[in-house]
């Protein structure tokens, strides 16, 4: 399996980590959507979301970013956040919120430790398309 190592952009700060999934969903929301007695459906779509899984390799394999930094600012409190993240024919820009994040301890040693098995949802705030 090959590690996709291009690293995100969290806030204009940039963490050089080794990407081994970036999962992409387009999730359609609707002001309203009903269906009518005779079985039609109405609905008024809003747009089209662009949201994101991340999964991120082990934390020994951090290049030069500090995998405790990532977690405290995937973490943080706050209501939204601006993402960049690689695409393979260049980059992905938007604001969005994290939902969850998760990882595990792989192993526990003497004054430190190592996880692996970080996982985080991204979900934008605006809909990267809109009907026209």
Not at 55 to 80: I, L, Q, R
Not at 96 to 110: H, M
Request: aromatic residues 14%.
């Amino acid at each position: 399996m090959s590690v996709y190592t291009q690293g995100i952009t969290v806030d204009n700060i940039h963490f050089d980590i080794p990407l081994v999934s970036l999962k992409r969903s387009a999730d359609f929301l609707d002001k309203f959507a009903e269906r009518t007695e005779d079985g039609d459906l109405k609905r008024e779509l809003i747009g089209v979301y662009y949201n994101f899984t991340l999964t991120v390799g082990d934390s020994a394999a951090f290049g030069d970013s500090d995998y405790n930094e990532f977690w405290n600012k995937m973490t943080e409190s706050v209501e939204f956040h601006d993402f960049v993240l690689p695409t393979g024919t260049g980059t992905y820009s938007f604001r969005g919120y994290i939902s969850s994040v998760s990882d595990e301890y792989k192993k526990i040693l003497d004054g430190e430790a190592e996880f692996s098995a970080f996982t985080c949802k991204m979900t934008a705030k605006q809909p990267a398309r809109s009907p026209t």
